[in-house]
Structures are given as structure tokens and as C-alpha cells.
């Protein structure tokens, strides 16, 4: 427990407190930075984006529309007008390039959320959990497309935690902040990234578009790793890194291939040996020396 | 995974498989019967213009709440999970904020989805819900007197709402007024509800769905069937023979004439010669 807590101490000796929080930061900037667009309408009536996370448009010409949702909606048997299908093809455009779940950790506001459920867990060392298979959000996601099918409506819209905390700070939360307050107590003391890494049918989706995205977090560095293990500790998806960093023997390259990476960057900040950084996914080859230069430029850009 | 080959962690692995199918299936059964019963719209909760019936409504609204942002009057509501319907989607309260009925209908203009339906232009042919006077017991002008506020305020005024003309059968002497909706011309924008001076309106805006009856299709109105066919469908009209004193006539429409022969007195007030059921000009 009490190693837990020292957790990127080494990554804040080697490159100062800012260096070791930097895609922290940035990634908090974002996250906060999209929900104030969204709250300066209502709260402030300067109307730079208008809508949600399921749509929104953004200074009366740019349309984002959420893929997942609209699918549910087409499963249930209504075709979208145009501007939503406009908004669908931007947006998975988009996550194509940067990493489907991207989403997770850049945009959406649960991830602030389970976040501090983490950092809580870790810093009090809550080890107690059930443990389930990370696949089960796949099922999830079956089991919302087959009722939005079953049903003709968009069922999972009821509950979905993700819409619910997002479209409630804008329009109004009622009762919504019951079910983030589960899904934070969930995370804290029943399953360790039991939502956005288990659970949500959101992320898996978002995993699925993001497959063979362009953005990737990459082990360039990996000969240097000195297996303190602060990557696995602070990652919310810990088994995407092994086969990249521990994979040379085996003929891996350094690149993390799984759709499941959020692209957070967390493990760039915490790696005191500047192991990660990001990178296109094609530079991946086993050999680890060759396209250091290039790949490594991105995440230790100052 | 690639531990499948071995028999006991293949055996593991279809059991949780299955435990993760049941675990889920059981979690959407629950959400799907919580989904069919918001399915139906609650009495209150009116839609904007050009929604589509429900719950085909909840199939093609994505909540992105952009009619609420594009409502020029700050009408519309998303709904909030405590609310009785479908969360995220808009409605409004009659009784609190009716609809304006902008002629552009920008929040149609705004709808990315079609929920709210764009081959919709004219606002006067919305059917957002029907108006229904559903307490005659305290509607101030069934009592007699001249209240007449949901009839001024209708934006159909005249189509969607008339003023019928009745008989004070308390007062003998007196008209009524009686507000009757039109469900032909009805918007369902909820003004009348709004305006009702009782402390509890009684007229309402309710969802189509509540509001209105439905014919079985197998009715036919004998006076349109008629009219279609531009004679009657029982052929030869039979003609109606009617037992009246020598001299008296009477065809429908134009009431009774000719003239008695022998005048017999009877009551008072009653014309003479007259059976008392022909007095009228109406059967």
C-alpha cells in the first residue's frame, strides 16, 4: 500500500511535477474545456456549441452527432435526417484517426468521475473488488443494440450514465446524479474501473470504431524500462500495455495495438524513463531502436 | 485465451461466458421492461409540433435537447430521469408554458433526427396533442355565465374552438355558450388549458392518444354514404307517411302547413290542430 502512494514519485524527480502531469493536465483541460463550451449557452448565453454529446452544433455549421446513439435509433427503426448523418461521419472520422476511445478519456465527463474513484482507491489502497471480464461491456453493448431493436426506442438512453451526467449539467440533473453517484461508489469499492472498463457499452463502441486507429501510445523506449511498474498501477486498461512493452522477446513491436487504450496518456506522464510516448501505429517494428526518433517526438515534446 | 486448448480453463471460460450472458440478459430484460413502460406518453407531458406518435417518438429522438435550445420562448423541457417519461426527451406542460406557435417552427428547424417530423410547415396543422373540455361541472360558461376565455385565446379561433349555442334549461331564458373543441383544426398548442380561470383548468391538452375516440372501421354514416352516392342507399326512399289532421302538411325541413278546416279547441299555447310532438319546424 504504501508503494502505491509513491506512485510516479520517481517520474516527478526525473522530470518535475509538470513534465510527470503534462497529458494529465492537458486531458483535464480538455474534458473541462468541451463541457464549459457546452455550459456557456445556458449559463452564460454566449452560444458557441448548442445541443449534447448526443448532437450538437457547433457556431450554427459544424454538426457532431454521437454514432452510437444514431445506431441505436436506426436499429429501432427511424432514419436520421441529414444533418445528423453529417454529424456521425465527422465524428467517426475523427476517432478513426485519434483512437476511438479517445472519447473516454478526452471527452467524456463520467471519466472525471470514475478517475477519482481510482485515485482514491489508490491512495487509500482499496484492494477489495470483484473482478468480472472486461468483455462484459460487449455484451452490454449487444444487449443495448438488440433492445433498441426489440423495443423500437433507444432503451439504453434511460439509463446511460455517460448521456445522463453530460446532458444534466447542461439542461438540468434531477435525479441523474444517483446514478453517477453509483457508478463513482461502484468503481470506488466494488470493481476497480468497473464502469469505463468493464461496464460501458459507450466505450466499447467507441473501441470498436477507434480498431485500427492512427493514434498510438507506443513503448519506444522499452529497453529502458526498469519495471517499477507505475504504468500498470495507473493505466485503466493495464492489459494493453504488456504485449508493447514486454513483447521484444517475443517479436512484438513497442506500438499498443488494443482498440481497449483509452489514449489517455497517463503512462507517458508517470514513466520516470520516458518509455512512451505517442505515435502513428504503421512505425512498429520489433526492433526498437530504428523508429525511436520519430515516435517518441510526440509525447516528449516539451 | 490461448489457454483454450487445456479442458479446465475451457470449462472456465464457457462457465463465465455464461455467467456474463445472464448476468447481462437479466440487466436488459429489466431495462426493456422500464423502457416499454415509458413507452406511453403521461397526460401532462405534451411534445413539441411535428412529433412523431409515439413511441416511434422514442425511437428517433437521439436527446440532444436542440428544439429546447431553438424554442424561442424557453417552452420546452428535457425530461429528467424522475420525470414519467422516456429521459432526455422534450415535452412541455400546457397548464404551465403552452406553445407559441411560431410559423417558422424553429424547433423542427432544429431537430437533427426528424423526431420532430420536417415535412411539417405549417404550424396549423400541428396535432402536438387535442384539446378536451373534460369538466363540464365547473366550466364557467356550461354554469351559464360568459367566461369565454379558452375560446379568445385559441390561436384557431372560430375552427378549434367554437361557441355553441344552447338552451338555459335553469334559466329558461337564457343562451350557453358552449366552448367545443375541433379536433380538425386543434394544434394541441395548450393555450385554453393555460388560460382557464378555474384553479384547475377543465379544458385540457391531452396526447392524441387520450384524447381522442376511434371508430371501428367498419362504421359508415348513412348521410355521407349518402351523399357520396348522390342518392340514398336504400332504394326507392321509402316516402314517410305522416298521420295528420285533413289539410296539414308536412315536409322535413319546412315544418308543418295548411290550415285546419274545423278549428277544436284544446290547451292553451298549443297550436291548434297540432299533435303536441310536431311543434317545430324540427323532429
Known amino acids: ?302 | 485465451m490461448a489457454a483454450n486448448t487445456n479442458p479446465q480453463s475451457r470449462r472456465q471460460f464457457l462457465l463465465d461466458m455464461a455467467k456474463t450472458a445472464c448476468g447481462v440478459g437479466m440487466f436488459g430484460l429489466g431495462l426493456g421492461l422500464y423502457a416499454k413502460q415509458a413507452r406511453a406518453l403521461p397526460p401532462m407531458a405534451i411534445r413539441p409540433p411535428g412529433a412523431l406518435p409515439e413511441p416511434d417518438f422514442q425511437g428517433a429522438c437521439i436527446r440532444c435537447g436542440m428544439c429546447v435550445r431553438d424554442c424561442p420562448y424557453d417552452i420546452l423541457e428535457l425530461a429528467r430521469p424522475e420525470d414519467d417519461l422516456a429521459t432526455g426527451t422534450p415535452y412541455f406542460v400546457a397548464r404551465k408554458i403552452p406553445c407559441e406557435m411560431c410559423e417558422d417552427i424553429p424547433c423542427i428547424k432544429a431537430c437533427p433526427t426528424g423526431a420532430l417530423d420536417h415535412k411539417l410547415t405549417d404550424i396549423n396543422k400541428a396535432k402536438m396533442g387535442l384539446a378536451a373540455l373534460v369538466d363540464q361541472e365547473t366550466c364557467l360558461n356550461f354554469l351559464g355565465l360568459r367566461c369565454d376565455v379558452c375560446y379568445r385565446v385559441c390561436p384557431v379561433i372560430d375552427k378549434a374552438i367554437t361557441l355553441e349555442r344552447t338552451h338555459n334549461v335553469r334559466t329558461t331564458k337564457h343562451t350557453m355558450f358552449l366552448p367545443t373543441v375541433h379536433s380538425e383544426h386543434c394544434t394541441g398548442c395548450g393555450k385554453c388549458e393555460r388560460s382557464c380561470v378555474l384553479e384547475v383548468a377543465a379544458i385540457k391538452v391531452f396526447p392524441l392518444h387520450l384524447a381522442q375516440g376511434k371508430l371501428g372501421s367498419h362504421y359508415q354514416m348513412g348521410w355521407e354514404e349518402k351523399e357520396k352516392a348522390g342518392q340514398s342507399l336504400v332504394a326507392p326512399e321509402i316516402e314517410h307517411e305522416y298521420n295528420l289532421p285533413e289539410g296539414f302538411k308536412y315536409e322535413p325541413g319546412r315544418g308543418l302547413s295548411g290550415e285546419a278546416v274545423p278549428p277544436p279547441a284544446t290547451s292553451p299555447g298549443a297550436q291548434p290542430g297540432v299533435p303536441q310532438a310536431l311543434h317545430g319546424d324540427k323532429l
Open chain 1, 1 to 302: 500500500m504504501s508503494t502505491d502512494r509513491n506512485i510516479g514519485v520517481d517520474a516527478v524527480l526525473a522530470k518535475g511535477w509538470l513534465g510527470a502531469h503534462k497529458w494529465l493536465l492537458l486531458r483535464r483541460t480538455s474534458q473541462l474545456g468541451i463541457l464549459a463550451l457546452f455550459l456557456l449557452g445556458p449559463f452564460a448565453g454566449i452560444w458557441i456549441v448548442k445541443g449534447n454529446l448526443a448532437y450538437s452544433l457547433t457556431l450554427d455549421i459544424l454538426p457532431l452527432a454521437d454514432p452510437y446513439v444514431l445506431l441505436q435509433s436506426l436499429l429501432a427503426g427511424h432514419i436520421p435526417e441529414r444533418l445528423a448523418l453529417i454529424g456521425v461521419a465527422i465524428v467517426i472520422g475523427f476517432y478513426v484517426l485519434v483512437g476511438g476511445r479517445s472519447y473516454c478519456s478526452w471527452v467524456c465527463p463520467v471519466n472525471m468521475v470514475t478517475d477519482s474513484a481510482a485515485w482514491l482507491r489508490r491512495r487509500f489502497g482499496i484492494k477489495s473488488g470483484a473482478r468480472f471480464s472486461r468483455r462484459t461491456r460487449y455484451w452490454i453493448l449487444a444487449m443495448t443494440l438488440i433492445l433498441a431493436g426489440t423495443t423500437g426506442t433507444i432503451a439504453w438512453e434511460m439509463l446511460n450514465p455517460v448521456s445522463m451526467l453530460h446532458r444534466g449539467l447542461i439542461f438540468g440533473l434531477g435525479t441523474a446524479w444517483a446514478i453517477i453517484l453509483t457508478v463513482f461508489l461502484f468503481d470506488l469499492f466494488v470493481s476497480p474501473d468497473g464502469w469505463c472498463g468493464h461496464l460501458c457499452p459507450v466505450g466499447a463502441f467507441y473501441s470498436l470504431i477507434g480498431k485500427a486507429s492512427l493514434l498510438r501510445v507506443n513503448a519506444a523506449q522499452r529497453a529502458a524500462c526498469n519495471d517499477c511498474m507505475d504504468c500498470f498501477v495507473v493505466c485503466p486498461e493495464p492489459q494493453v500495455i504488456k504485449p508493447a512493452l514486454k513483447g521484444a522477446s517475443k517479436g512484438l513491436g513497442p506500438v499498443i495495438n488494443s482498440a481497449h487504450c483509452t489514449n489517455c496518456g497517463r503512462c507517458i506522464d508517470v514513466c520516470s524513463k520516458e518509455v512512451f510516448g505517442f505515435g502513428l501505429r504503421f512505425i512498429n517494428k520489433a526492433d526498437n531502436n530504428a523508429p525511436q526518433g520519430e515516435t517518441a517526438a510526440l509525447g516528449n515534446r516539451p
